[in-house]
């Protein structure tokens, strides 16, 4: 079998792998919103419930694209490692970050773990900029989500001391 005729399986184990991480993040996240989260105080700029699952959705897609771009590269190089070791920690600690603030509603470790995220990301878009730089700039609407987040995170602690 010739590379290019694993190339529709790699796509599809690709988005296949960070839908599931967005699946289980939504097994916290989901039967929360009516419940717990439509109670807690939040900043005016929140945006509507309606919108966080179609931006998700994109942005793991996104995900599925950027990672499939580096495990199809033909060569390899010494970066290639690093950057799916990257691009997995970030994934669970998206997984993470739901099961701390809609799972446990520790608003304060989701802040702190949200931080984390960020950087290991920013980490991620580094390193694959080495290997495939259309699939770092796929990554950078979602460092940008997350710096919404963190944003956003803060003042849902500090409305809710």
């Not at 919404?148 to 602690?157: G, W």
Request: aromatic fraction near 18%.
């Amino acid at each position: 079998m010739r590379q290019n005729d694993n190339k529709p399986i790699l796509l599809i184990g690709s988005l296949s792998v960070c839908l599931l991480a967005a699946y289980i993040g939504s097994l916290f996240t989901m039967p929360e919103i009516e419940n717990w989260y439509a109670f807690i105080n939040k900043p005016s700029f929140t945006p509507p419930n309606e919108v966080f699952s179609p931006v998700w959705t994109l942005l793991f897609i996104m995900m599925g694209v950027s990672l499939f771009l580096i495990i199809s590269q033909k060569k390899k190089n010494k970066y290639t490692k690093q950057g799916l070791i990257l691009f997995g920690c970030q994934l669970i600690l998206n997984i993470l970050w739901s099961f701390l603030f809609f799972g446990w509603h520790e608003i304060l470790a989701a802040l702190s773990e949200l931080f984390s995220l960020w950087s290991i990301l920013a980490a991620t878009i580094l390193v694959f900029w080495k290997i495939n730089k259309a699939a770092a700039y796929l990554l950078i609407p979602y460092l940008a989500w997350l710096s919404f987040a963190f944003v956003l995170n803060f003042f849902i602690v500090l409305a809710n001391r």
